[in-house]
């Protein structure tokens, strides 16, 4: 069975700092990997997603993300935090060939002036 | 544009009514999804569709039932509401290409109360 886990509910930065929100993954077989964000009243919105092509991957809005399958992580960064990223992020795993996704409990991102 | 729509932004159910979330997608999609969202939760999977009238349990499946009668239509159905289905209910879409597995697109949610 698939899990994912976010560590840390809440992630605080302030503004023009790196941004690192982690995510580790458990899969039986080699996963594909997708960061979503979801704004305030919002639905999710897309910001990358790893489909074993290259393991580092550039997503909106400046965020990447690097697969490392050593350590079973895909964390997510932005060198430089901007207000309009205050945010909860979703990191989920999809076993191939099959359609469903398992989230994570989400990390709220808080952004300071 | 992709699009995922989704009849109510905000509901405010009794205990014991019966409700209807209806989701539509224009994509042409053959996966519909419906999850419910809670705080410190995350995301669970209800009940998903891969295909006009076909259903698979997901989850948390108690409680809700699912009908797809058309390809860009999926509903949820609260068959008697309780309070603990208090919750924000999230629609989402994807297409089905053999064995590759695709981004899914969701709809803007609905926050539905019962009372």
């Known amino acids: 069975a698939q899990s994912v886990t976010q560590l840390g509910s809440h992630v605080s930065v302030s503004e023009g700092a790196l941004v690192l929100l982690r995510c580790n993954y458990s899969?039986?077989?080699?996963?594909?990997l997708f960061w979503y964000v979801q704004y305030p009243n919002q639905g999710l919105q897309l910001l990358l997603k790893?489909?074993?092509?290259?393991?580092l991957v550039k997503g909106i809005n400046g965020f990447e993300a690097e697969f490392k399958k050593s350590e079973t992580s895909f964390h997510l960064t932005k060198p430089s935090a901007h207000m309009s990223d205050a945010a909860e992020y979703f990191c989920?795993?999809?076993?191939?060939?099959?359609?469903?996704?398992?989230f994570g409990k989400g990390t709220m991102l808080l952004v300071s002036p | 544009d992709v699009k995922v729509t989704q009849s109510s932004r905000y509901l405010v159910k009794r205990t014991g009514e019966k409700v209807f979330l209806e989701c539509v997608q224009d994509?042409?999609?053959?996966?519909m999804f419906w999850y419910r969202q809670d705080p410190g939760l995350g995301l669970r999977l209800i009940y998903f569709?891969?295909?006009?009238?076909?259903?698979e349990k997901g989850d948390i499946p108690e409680g809700y039932s699912v009908s797809r009668e058309k390809k860009e239509r999926f509903s949820l159905i609260l068959e008697s509401a309780s309070t603990n289905q208090t919750s924000m209910y999230l629609c989402?879409?994807?297409?089905?290409?053999?064995?590759?597995?695709?981004?899914?697109?969701f709809g803007p949610g609905t926050r539905l109360t019962v009372t």
């Open positions: 899969s039986s077989v080699p996963p594909y």
């Open positions: 790893y489909t074993s092509a290259a393991t």
């Open positions: 569709s891969y295909d006009v009238k076909m259903k």
């Open positions: 989402a879409s994807s297409p089905s290409r053999g064995l590759v597995s695709y981004e899914q697109y």
């Open positions: 994509m042409d999609h053959e996966n």
């Open positions: 989920a795993v999809s076993d191939k060939g099959y359609s469903t996704l398992t």
